[in-house]
Structures are given as C-alpha cells and as structure tokens.
C-alpha cells in the first residue's frame, strides 16, 4: 500500500512539477543514502516514456557541499533533473550551470526517508498557490529594505535593494530550483546589511526542532556574531564551527512558507515551507542571488513573525497581506 501511495507522488513530481514526457532526457541523480528512494521515480518517469538516466554519488549528511565535475556535465546534459539527496545541492555551482544552461532542476533534500513521498506537504495545490507565491517573491523584489520581528524577540532588518524575489512553487523551470513541495518566496539579502537579533522559536532544519529554549542569533553587519540558548544553540555553533569557514555566518537568506499542507516535523522542505513561517538562514547566498560562497548553507525557521517590505506589513502570522491574482 505505502508503494502505490509514494507512487502517486512520484508521478507528481514527474508529470505535474517536471512536466516530463516522451524522450525527455531526465538525470535522476541520488546518493548512497536515498537509493532506496529511486524506483519509484523510474517507474514514474518510464510511465510517461522519458529517457531515464540514473547517476549515484556518494552523497553527504551536511548541506551545501559542491558536486564533482562529472555530475556537474551530466547535469547540463539534460532536459530535466531530480535531485534525489540526503543533502541539499540547490546551493552548489553545479545546480546553477544547470539552470544556466537551460536545464530544469527539482532538488528533493532529505529523501534518504523511507516515508520521503508520503509526507504531507505533497498535498499541497501547487497550482492554486502558485500567484501567492509569484506575488510575494514580486514584493520582495521592489522593496529596497525588510524588517523581521516577532513576539519571541526577533528584531532584524536588511537592505534588500537591487535583490530579486525567487519564487519557489514547486513547478520546474529555467530561472531558478523546484525543490518539490518545499513553496517559498525568498532572496538573499544584501551582504553587511543586516543588524539585529534573530530569535528561533521553530527549527533548525538539518539540526533540530526547537523544543526548549529559542536560539538568540545576534547579526552585526550581516553576520552571526554569537548564538546563544540551550541545546539547539550549541549544537548550531558546534557545527558552523566545525566547516572552519567565517562565512557561513553570512546572513545569506530571507524567506517565507508557503505550504498549508506542512507543519513542523524537523525536516528541511516540511521546515520551510510551513505557510507563514519566515527562514533567515547563514552562509552562501551565491547561488540565490547573492555574492557570499561559504562552506555551508543553514536556515532558521521561525513562527509567529512579522515581515515588513519598506515599513509596510506584508505578513502577520499567517496572514498575508498582498492581492494575489
């Protein structure tokens, strides 16, 4: 039973968000963590009559890591690829060639789950959300500076200007990653800009849910200069400490859930996507517009937040405050 039902969302992946079909030449490329994963995407893919070509690499627990040169071509080689990934290969300079080169890529994180395609956040109406979503990501662009704050203490803000709002639905595209259900409007803020507190009340996706005490994240010109709480908080410090690189204490995302169907269950596409939640995340932002190539790239997801494009509130909560067509 649980075959069929991950089989229903492979097809979504394939046909819905990839638009795959006839001869479409489509690179699944997964690790030695999530092979397991992988049949029923073949099956899907041959369902539709797509050129199916199946690429292991080793793969890795830590996001943000660059891919060889060897996966970097084949990607460019295709009409389509699936990121099927324990870590997240959005941020890595072979995703971008790809898109650069035209190529359309689903990056599918944490897909070392057995329970992967069963996850709620797959129910989503990706079409419905997709004005909301483009309708944001349109707001961040036009705005010149963002401000985050929110019950918990959180009081942050960036120049956003010049900066260009990604729209994340979901469906495969030449311009920018589908990462599958995992729906945001997100940029990369301007670097050095950021002054404030961040304080994480929800999760830390690749480290923890926050269960006890928030993690205070104090940013002076764009970068974490201390993390501070409990359990989470060390557990933060002791991994951006262990990449032996000061930029990944970039301030390198701004970001907003837009998911209803995902709640917070400590997994990376689920984390961020939850509708309303806002992420400002540390180290690269290269590859989202940004300048910044650090060893790592971690989002901080937080609720219940206040977002502010130019002194004017655009999200309350849940509440988006924008015209959606």
């Not at 995902?262 to 992420?279: A, F, H, K």
Request: glycine share 10%.
């Amino acid at each position: 039973m649980d075959a069929l039902r991950k089989l229903v969302n492979a097809r979504k992946v394939v046909r819905l968000l990839g638009n795959a079909g006839r001869e479409s030449q489509v690179l699944v490329l997964y690790d030695l963590y999530t092979a397991h994963n992988v049949e029923v995407l073949a099956i899907a893919l041959s369902e539709v009559g797509a050129e199916v070509n199946l690429m292991q690499i080793e793969g890795s627990a830590r996001h943000g890591g660059q891919l060889s040169q060897i996966a970097a071509e084949a990607m460019k080689a295709s009409d389509l690829v699936i990121g099927l990934t324990r870590a997240n290969i959005a941020h890595t300079q072979a995703r971008q060639e790809a898109t650069g080169a035209g190529v359309g890529v689903i990056v599918l994180p944490e897909s070392h789950q057995s329970d992967f395609f069963l996850a709620e956040g797959w129910q989503a109406d990706f079409v419905a959300l997709r004005p909301c979503i483009e309708r944001l990501a349109g707001a961040l662009t036009e705005a010149a500076t963002a401000r985050v704050t929110s019950p918990h203490g959180t009081d942050v803000t960036m120049s956003i200007a010049g900066r260009c709002g990604r729209a994340l639905h979901g469906f495969a595209n030449t311009v920018d990653i589908s990462a599958g259900y995992c729906l945001e409007a997100s940029l990369a803020p301007v670097e050095g800009t950021a002054e404030g507190v961040i304080v994480v009340n929800a999760s830390i996706p690749g480290v923890a849910l926050i269960r006890e005490q928030p993690v205070r994240i104090h940013v002076e010109k764009g970068m974490a200069v201390a993390i501070e709480g409990g359990v989470e908080a060390r557990l933060f410090r002791d991994l951006l400490q262990s990449f032996g690189d000061p930029l990944v204490y970039n301030l390198g995302e701004l970001g907003i859930g837009m998911n209803p169907s995902c709640t917070l269950d400590g997994t990376m596409l689920s984390d961020e996507s939850v509708y309303g939640s806002v992420q400002l995340a540390l180290g690269t932002s290269a590859y989202i517009g940004g300048t910044v190539r650090a060893a790592a790239h971690y989002d901080t997801i937080l609720t219940d937040a206040t977002l502010e494009l130019d002194g004017h509130t655009v999200l309350r909560g849940t509440n988006l405050l924008l015209e959606c067509a």
